[in-house]
Protein backbone atom coordinates (compact mmCIF):
# COMPACT_ATOMS: atom_id res chain seq x y z
CA UNK A 1 0.00 0.00 0.00
CA UNK A 2 1.25 3.42 -1.07
CA UNK A 3 1.95 5.82 2.27
CA UNK A 4 0.25 8.96 1.80
CA UNK A 5 2.05 12.47 2.24
CA UNK A 6 1.34 14.44 4.68
CA UNK A 7 0.12 18.06 3.72
CA UNK A 8 2.91 19.32 6.06
CA UNK A 9 5.86 17.49 4.11
CA UNK A 10 4.36 19.01 0.58
CA UNK A 11 4.29 22.59 2.51
CA UNK A 12 8.06 22.19 3.08
CA UNK A 13 9.79 23.77 -0.21
CA UNK A 14 7.32 26.47 -0.05
CA UNK A 15 8.44 27.55 3.56
CA UNK A 16 11.91 27.10 2.73
CA UNK A 17 11.28 28.91 -0.25
CA UNK A 18 9.45 32.45 1.91
CA UNK A 19 12.44 31.65 4.19
CA UNK A 20 15.43 32.50 1.68
CA UNK A 21 13.06 35.31 0.50
CA UNK A 22 12.26 36.61 3.60
CA UNK A 23 15.93 36.26 4.78
CA UNK A 24 17.18 38.17 1.96
CA UNK A 25 14.73 41.24 2.00
CA UNK A 26 15.59 41.23 5.63
CA UNK A 27 19.59 41.90 4.43
CA UNK A 28 18.04 44.21 1.63
CA UNK A 29 16.27 46.50 3.90
CA UNK A 30 18.84 46.56 6.21
CA UNK A 31 21.43 47.95 3.20
CA UNK A 32 18.76 50.60 2.06
CA UNK A 33 18.74 52.03 5.85
CA UNK A 34 22.12 51.84 6.90
CA UNK A 35 24.92 52.06 3.62
CA UNK A 36 24.00 54.99 0.34
CA UNK A 37 23.92 53.79 -2.58
CA UNK A 38 27.17 55.98 -3.22
CA UNK A 39 29.74 53.19 -3.32
CA UNK A 40 30.43 53.39 0.26
CA UNK A 41 31.54 50.16 1.57
CA UNK A 42 31.88 48.17 5.03
CA UNK A 43 34.40 44.88 4.81
CA UNK A 44 33.78 42.19 7.08
CA UNK A 45 36.55 39.80 5.82
CA UNK A 46 36.79 38.83 2.63
CA UNK A 47 32.83 39.96 2.12
CA UNK A 48 32.15 43.59 0.96
CA UNK A 49 29.22 45.31 1.43
CA UNK A 50 27.32 47.95 -0.23
CA UNK A 51 24.13 49.09 -1.15
CA UNK A 52 23.50 48.73 -5.38
CA UNK A 53 20.49 49.32 -7.18
CA UNK A 54 20.37 46.67 -9.92
CA UNK A 55 17.72 47.78 -13.07
CA UNK A 56 18.36 45.33 -15.25
CA UNK A 57 18.73 41.26 -14.29
CA UNK A 58 21.69 39.48 -13.95
CA UNK A 59 25.26 41.50 -13.97
CA UNK A 60 23.01 44.68 -15.47
CA UNK A 61 21.44 42.92 -18.20
CA UNK A 62 18.53 44.71 -19.72
CA UNK A 63 18.71 47.54 -17.51
CA UNK A 64 17.52 50.04 -20.29
CA UNK A 65 14.26 48.11 -20.12
CA UNK A 66 13.21 47.87 -16.59
CA UNK A 67 9.68 47.07 -17.90
CA UNK A 68 10.67 43.95 -19.62
CA UNK A 69 13.18 42.67 -16.89
CA UNK A 70 10.21 42.96 -14.39
CA UNK A 71 7.63 41.05 -16.74
CA UNK A 72 10.31 38.27 -17.40
CA UNK A 73 11.47 38.55 -13.61
CA UNK A 74 7.10 37.90 -12.70
CA UNK A 75 7.22 34.95 -15.65
CA UNK A 76 10.49 33.24 -14.21
CA UNK A 77 8.47 33.57 -10.48
CA UNK A 78 5.83 32.06 -11.98
CA UNK A 79 7.54 28.86 -13.77
CA UNK A 80 9.38 28.50 -10.75
CA UNK A 81 6.46 27.97 -8.74
CA UNK A 82 4.72 25.93 -11.02
CA UNK A 83 7.47 23.63 -11.48
CA UNK A 84 8.06 23.36 -7.57
CA UNK A 85 4.29 22.74 -7.50
CA UNK A 86 3.71 19.50 -10.04
CA UNK A 87 7.76 18.50 -8.52
CA UNK A 88 6.02 18.23 -4.75
CA UNK A 89 3.32 15.62 -6.33
CA UNK A 90 5.68 13.36 -6.85
CA UNK A 91 7.88 11.08 -4.28
CA UNK A 92 11.56 11.12 -4.64
CA UNK A 93 13.58 13.72 -6.59
CA UNK A 94 14.63 15.12 -3.42
CA UNK A 95 17.72 17.11 -4.90
CA UNK A 96 15.61 18.33 -7.61
CA UNK A 97 12.69 19.71 -5.31
CA UNK A 98 15.67 21.50 -3.04
CA UNK A 99 16.50 22.93 -6.24
CA UNK A 100 13.53 24.33 -6.83
CA UNK A 101 12.95 25.43 -3.35
CA UNK A 102 16.13 27.51 -3.48
CA UNK A 103 15.02 28.91 -7.36
CA UNK A 104 11.78 30.02 -6.02
CA UNK A 105 12.85 31.81 -2.72
CA UNK A 106 15.48 33.52 -5.10
CA UNK A 107 12.90 34.64 -7.17
CA UNK A 108 10.33 35.84 -5.20
CA UNK A 109 12.88 38.05 -3.27
CA UNK A 110 14.32 39.78 -6.55
CA UNK A 111 10.78 39.75 -7.85
CA UNK A 112 9.50 41.56 -5.04
CA UNK A 113 12.18 44.07 -5.57
CA UNK A 114 11.62 44.73 -9.04
CA UNK A 115 7.92 44.86 -8.72
CA UNK A 116 7.59 46.87 -5.34
CA UNK A 117 11.29 49.03 -5.59
CA UNK A 118 11.72 49.25 -9.60
CA UNK A 119 15.31 47.97 -8.93
CA UNK A 120 16.96 44.82 -6.92
CA UNK A 121 18.93 45.52 -4.20
CA UNK A 122 22.82 43.70 -4.36
CA UNK A 123 24.96 44.34 -1.46
CA UNK A 124 27.69 41.68 -1.51
CA UNK A 125 30.91 41.51 -3.42
CA UNK A 126 34.29 39.35 -3.09
CA UNK A 127 37.22 40.43 -1.86
CA UNK A 128 39.53 38.55 -4.25
CA UNK A 129 42.33 39.30 -6.81
CA UNK A 130 40.55 38.88 -10.07
CA UNK A 131 39.13 41.75 -10.71
CA UNK A 132 36.00 40.44 -12.59
CA UNK A 133 34.77 38.90 -9.72
CA UNK A 134 35.13 41.05 -7.08
CA UNK A 135 33.37 43.83 -8.93
CA UNK A 136 30.28 41.38 -9.18
CA UNK A 137 27.36 42.56 -6.36
CA UNK A 138 25.16 40.02 -5.48
CA UNK A 139 22.41 39.17 -3.18
CA UNK A 140 21.78 36.26 -0.73
CA UNK A 141 18.81 35.65 -3.81
CA UNK A 142 21.56 35.29 -6.53
CA UNK A 143 23.42 32.46 -4.70
CA UNK A 144 20.29 30.88 -3.58
CA UNK A 145 19.42 30.91 -7.20
CA UNK A 146 22.57 29.70 -8.39
CA UNK A 147 22.51 26.77 -6.10
CA UNK A 148 19.20 25.84 -7.34
CA UNK A 149 20.40 26.00 -10.61
CA UNK A 150 23.14 23.48 -9.94
CA UNK A 151 21.15 20.79 -7.90
CA UNK A 152 18.31 20.70 -10.22
CA UNK A 153 21.04 20.21 -13.08
CA UNK A 154 22.50 17.40 -11.24
CA UNK A 155 18.95 16.02 -10.45
CA UNK A 156 17.88 15.75 -13.82
CA UNK A 157 21.31 14.47 -15.10
CA UNK A 158 21.35 11.39 -12.80
CA UNK A 159 18.04 10.85 -13.08
CA UNK A 160 16.74 7.63 -15.14
CA UNK A 161 13.25 9.98 -15.73
CA UNK A 162 15.71 13.29 -16.76
CA UNK A 163 11.62 15.08 -17.51
CA UNK A 164 11.03 17.35 -14.81
Not at 65 to 78: D, F, L, M, Q, R
Not at 127 to 145: A, G
Amino acid sequence: MKKKRSLAGALIPFIGAGAIAATDLYFKDKMEKELPSDGTEVQRGILRFRNHHNKGAMLNLGEKYPGEVKGISIAATAMSLFMLLFSTSKRGRVLEKAGLTCILGGALSNTYDRVKRGYVVDYVSLDVKPQKIRNLVFNISDVFIGIGLIFVLISNLTSKDRAL
